[in-house]
């Protein structure tokens, strides 16, 4: 009995030596520490279909899985990426504009304070409308007069009378002031606002009581009385409404536009039509450009952040031919793309820092416990 179980020892033990020697590990990719869950990116409609995109194409290599891509607008994109460092919050922002101050201080209150800012590419804000309407051009100021929830008149600043484009100039047409656009929670809308509402403002006619903060929210506040209407984050929303509404106008990325050029035709701002070319010159004055942010300090935590990172501005996504700017993306120069690309390869990251706690004022005294 003994040399039986004796030999069954010597049988299992020589098993267990076999299955040890198991083929090699294949060589890991950039990141060191790959886990289950896949990465996670938050931010702007305007840049959802091109992250997408990109999200899709890494994810056929099956080496890691596919980037889970949601449309929630950048400033709400913002809210949840600076909520913290765990697995539970996104790696990374897609962003239409450039992370705020009060953003950068919400980010290290909670622990995200290094941050990888990464520009991607340029878009056009356009005003579209209906391919059976009427052609006209705008101007900033035309739009900035249209849209401001309180203009001057007669040397006064009152609630917003104009209800037909040509209430704010006599030679547009004669068709009730209606844009269909993205709410405060938009990069679109805070992008509008920053380049049409505050460049098109004439401060010199506003009264000369106003302190600098009236007059900036004269400038920038739009109206809220049917004229602009919040349309959601999902621009196609906003296409379809022009198809049901000829008269109206939307607002949204170029990318939109070029998608959907067989529904909709742009409106001219400032005698300039947007086209890549307009946009990537600078031309057409109501261009942005376009960022991704990524935490660093996921980086060794979520397997292929910093591949990821890296595919986003490689050529096969913002090259001539990469899958971003074949869905519309008005790509970098070159020069730009390389140090875009070095950001990724240094782990060149900005620093955010919380606001230092406000300072008692002079003569008054701190109290202390008896």
Known sequence: MMHRLGFYVLVVMALLQT????????????SEKPQADAIHAVGSSTLYPFITA????FGRDKVFKTPIVESTGTGSGFKLFCAGVDKNSPDIINASRPVKDSEKALCASNGVTEVMELKIGFDGIVLGQSKTAQDFILSKQDLQRALAAKVVLNGKLVDNPYQTWSDVRPDLPVRPITVYGPPTTSGTRDAFVEMVMEGGCEKTALPKILTP???KAA??????DGRYVEAGENDNLIIQRLEVNPEALGLFGFSFLEQNADRIKPISIDGQQPTLDTISSGKYS???SLFVYVKKSHFPLVAGLKDFSAFLVSDDAVGELGVMVEKGLIP???????LERQKVEMLQALTFTAPAPASTPAGSAVPTKP
């Open 332 to 338: 970098l120069p070159p020069v730009q793309q390389n």
């Open 286 to 288: 109501v261009s942005r």
């Open 219 to 224: 400038c920038e506040t739009m109206r809220e």
């Open 19 to 30: 299955s040890s020697l198991a083929a090699p590990a294949k060589p890991q990719p950039i």
């Open 54 to 57: 990109a999200a899709e194409q």
């Open 213 to 215: 903060e009236a007059i």
